[in-house]
């Protein structure tokens, strides 16, 4: 997996920053990468399965219909006096200048579900054009924040150990 990767921390803040190839290998490696990092913020598992799914679909898209580089931020932000609401945020970005569309579904295609996977799945999406090209996000609401992590059912040590350092 060659991406470039940059995270930071705050108290109320989480961050990490990839650079992933235009390659056929990048959704791959998205998702694992996706994975790994809302692991470490103990995100639910749901939640994880969800955003593995659309970062490899955006990050497809950004792949096949994007020009060159390939962005993907995670960020989640605690609920604050100003934010009354914990948020996850996802974001893919490609230098290409075209706007991102839906594509028409008929019975047999086996493309264009990628954006109605995201308007099903997250809470609220959109695409902000940028100078050198366009980014697609997708936000969820965290029921308590990037807090730490608490033990699974099954006594997860792992899970547990993260708390710990947190």
Request: charged share 25%.
């Amino acid at each position: 997996m060659s991406a470039t990767r940059v995270c930071t921390r705050t108290a109320d803040q989480r961050k990490a920053l990839f650079r992933l190839p235009p390659a056929p290998t990048a959704p791959r490696s998205a998702r694992r990468l996706v994975e790994d990092v809302l692991a470490d913020w103990c995100i639910p598992v749901g939640l994880v399965e969800s955003l593995r799914l659309l970062a490899s679909e955006l990050v497809t898209n950004a792949v096949a219909h994007g020009d060159g580089r390939v962005g993907l931020a995670l960020f989640s932000a605690a609920a604050t006096d100003d934010s009354p609401r914990a948020v996850l945020r996802m974001e893919v970005a490609d230098a290409s200048p075209e706007p991102a569309r839906q594509g028409g579904l008929g019975g047999d295609d086996e493309h264009g579900r990628g954006l109605l996977l995201v308007d099903a799945l997250s809470d609220q999406w959109g695409q902000d054009l940028l100078a050198e090209g366009k980014r697609v996000w997708c936000e969820f609401a965290l029921a308590g924040g990037p807090e730490g992590c608490a033990p699974s059912p099954e006594g997860d040590r792992e899970a547990a150990t993260r708390k710990s350092r947190s």
